[in-house]
T-cell receptor
Framework: DAMVIQNPRYQVTQFGKPVTLSCSQT?????MYWYQQKSSQAPKLLFH???????NEADTPDNFQSRRPNTSFCFLDIRSPGLGDAAMYLC???????????????FGPGTRLTVL | GDSVTQMEGPVTLSEEAFLTINCTYT??????LFWYVQYPGEGLQLLLK?????DKGSNKGFEATYRKETTSFHLEKGSVQVSDSAVYFC?????????FGSGTKLNVKP
């Protein structure tokens, strides 16, 4: 089945120790998104890739970076995690063939990050 | 800017009760509207969508109608089940960005 896969499902890191979360997709979608979701809150968009073009949200801290080496994979790097970065991180994909015609987003199961 | 407002939860219902979760939106253009559902410990799953005014999205007994005149997209189900217990998010798409409401937790008791 075509899907969005996130690894690991649970990640524990130490304060200040860099961590990388991974997302892969078999949908061949050209747009990939990273969201941060804290308990009982709406997902907050951190950034997205439109093909190879990186689009950062204005309020995303510099501590958060992303890489997309190919269509299928996208990584979220947190350079120096703080206690406030503990959250669920959701990856999503969509198809947009004409800039602005994106329809549905498909989400992965998320990675729950704990910072000790 | 674009935004979505949905009713605060939690909403607690008995099995077979009627469900309404209110959602209103603000958008500069002509957005597509979505309802997503999130079960504990999981990501968001698309429940239904509507892409233009007066469209009705439906899935698994849930329905929502895109009302441009009231900028609303309320979620309804005639008879809820215990398995419907989850958090429901209303969302809109404007170009290639999505905006989510804060979520409404639904608890259905047997």
């Amino acid at each position: 089945d075509a899907m969005v896969i996130q690894n690991p499902r649970y990640q524990v890191t130490q304060f200040g120790k860099p961590v990388t979360l991974s997302c892969s997709q078999t949908l061949n979608h050209n747009v990939m998104y990273w969201y941060q979701q804290k308990s009982s809150q709406a997902p907050k968009l951190l950034f997205h890739y439109y093909d190879k073009d990186f689009n950062n949200e204005a309020d995303t801290p510099d501590n958060f970076q992303s890489r997309r080496p190919n269509t299928s994979f996208c990584f979220l790097d947190i350079r120096s995690p703080g206690l406030g970065d503990a959250a669920m991180y959701l990856c999503a994909t969509s198809r947009d063939e004409n800039r602005g015609t994106t329809d549905t987003q498909y989400f992965g199961p998320g990675t729950r990050l704990t910072v000790l | 800017g674009d935004s979505v407002t949905q009713m605060e939860g939690p909403v607690t219902l008995s099995e077979e009760a009627f469900l309404t979760i209110n959602c209103t939106y603000t958008a500069t253009g002509y957005p597509s509207l979505f309802w997503y559902v999130q079960y504990p410990g999981e990501g968001l799953q698309l429940l239904l969508k509507a892409t233009k005014a007066d469209d009705k999205g439906s899935n698994k007994g849930f329905e929502a109608t895109y009302r441009k005149e009231t900028t609303s997209f309320h979620l309804e189900k005639g008879s809820v089940q215990v398995s419907d217990s989850a958090v429901y998010f209303c969302a809109l798409r404007d170009f290639n960005k999505f905006y989510f409401g804060s979520g409404t937790k639904l608890n259905v008791k047997p």
